[in-house]
């Protein structure tokens, strides 16, 4: 990987915008280059790969894991024994799931909930209207903190209609009281930046073309 691109990205952040290294795809050799640099968030989506990972690198304490996949049911247990952060919680149902499996496991995950603003069927995502209908249940949920939204725009997508996308994201944030808004990936973060992004979750454009 190229260092270099880490740090001038890092350079370039806002001091209320987090860098999330989605390390998917590369190795613990090349997560280690840029622990090295500072970094110790780092985002996973495929299970097993993390785990195997997780272990390797298990004696680095400062190391924060966010899970950054679609969150499939039966994987949740092993989600919450295993991840600080849960960026892709996409249905009222799976969040429900999650708080009562923490509960049992006295974990207290930090939350994002994954929100669709647009009509993408490769997305999935809680409806902004239905969110904001529940919301007062979802608070009363036990042993999970909610931080923030998440949302990933369509391909393709101008820059002008990507920051659109992405104020949405966080004006909805702002009126549910929430910090923090995870948008932005290695194609359009100067966008999410300017929309209001607090975690950037950039892979390839900091590590290179993955490997596997």
């Given at each position: 990987m190229e260092i270099s691109n880490y740090l001038q990205i890092k350079k370039k952040l806002p001091g209320n915008v987090n860098l999330l290294a989605v390390s998917k795809g590369f190795s613990s050799e090349e997560i280690k280059t840029i622990i090295n640099e500072g970094q110790t968030d780092f985002g996973e989506s495929r299970f097993q790969e993390?785990?195997?990972?997780?272990?390797?690198?298990?004696d680095l304490k400062k190391i924060k894991w966010h899970f950054i996949g679609r969150v499939q049911s039966n994987k949740i247990r092993k989600i919450v024994q295993n991840f600080e952060y849960i960026h892709s919680v996409d249905s009222y149902e799976k969040l429900l799931k999650i708080s009562n499996i923490s509960f049992e496991e006295q974990k207290n995950p930090l939350i994002m909930l994954q929100v669709k603003f647009s009509d993408d069927p490769n997305k999935g995502g809680f409806n902004p209207k239905e969110l904001t209908e529940n919301w007062d249940q979802i608070m009363q949920f036990k042993s999970i903190k909610i931080k923030g939204l998440m949302t990933i725009n369509p391909r393709g997508?101008?820059?002008?209609?990507?920051?659109?996308?992405?104020?949405?994201?966080?004006?909805?944030?702002?009126?549910?009281?929430?910090?923090?808004?995870?948008?932005?990936?290695?194609?359009?973060?100067?966008?999410?930046?300017?929309?209001?992004?607090?975690?950037?979750?950039?892979?390839?454009?900091?590590?290179?073309?993955?490997?596997?």
């Open positions: 993390a785990l195997e990972k997780q272990l390797i690198l298990k997508l101008s820059s002008t209609d990507n920051i659109k996308l992405f104020k949405k994201c966080r004006v909805l944030a702002d009126s549910l009281k929430l910090k923090d808004c995870s948008m932005g990936m290695s194609g359009d973060w100067k966008e999410a930046i300017e929309a209001g992004s607090t975690w950037l979750r950039l892979g390839s454009i900091i590590f290179g073309n993955r490997t596997y």
